[in-house]
């Protein structure tokens, strides 16, 4: 830890971002270490290079990740989601709709491959318990209260500055955590903050958009 503040310091553009990005990954295993499941972290890190990839215009590369990303895990369909959102009247047409009907065929293909694969196994499609969900929160009273001082807490640091980050990770957070929610709450588990590594990248990324110039002039100022 001491070793990323340290590079947040450095005017190395490159450090810094690389002391970002190991940050970010600690506090990933800080944060989501209860009920974290073996493919957490690969998710939040398929999901952080594909809107890479996608914030700088690389589509070809976002299109060989995608398979990957949808082996790791179904949810990967999210992208495709704010794919068809952010780049609508963005693009060509042609280019819009091949990148549409590329990640649905792909994302169809696979997720029939696991379904039949694993068809014998015990189990069901999707656990749909609302209700449950939510009685699993009233009956949690402390457990809720810091959830939502953890929101809260976080929805503050997002929300600094708020104009000054990327169109981008705006658009992104603005589509994949409202779909998280409805996820979390229609097919969750109460408390269960892993599902949310999707869009952790996005939260973290406006977060921490320039960490080290700001640490910087705060400490020019101060001194």
Known sequence: MGSSIYLLLSEDRDLREFAVAALAVEVFMLVFIYFCKVYDLSTAMFFAFSLGFLARGKFKEFYLLYPLGCVNRETMFLLSIFFAIHYFGKMETSRYLFGLIYQGAVFTGIRLMIMKIFEGNAGQLIYFQPWHILKEHADHPIMLFLLMVL??????????????????????????????????????????????????????????????FRLRRALTVSS
């Open 151 to 212: 929101i809260a807490l976080t929805w503050h640091r997002v929300s600094r500055q708020w104009k000054e980050n990327p169109e981008f990770l705006r658009s992104a957070l603005f589509v994949l955590l409202p779909l998280q929610v409805i996820l979390y709450l229609m097919a969750g588990k109460a408390f269960e903050v892993r599902v949310f590594a999707e869009v952790y990248p996005v939260v973290w990324g406006l977060m921490f958009q320039a960490p080290g």
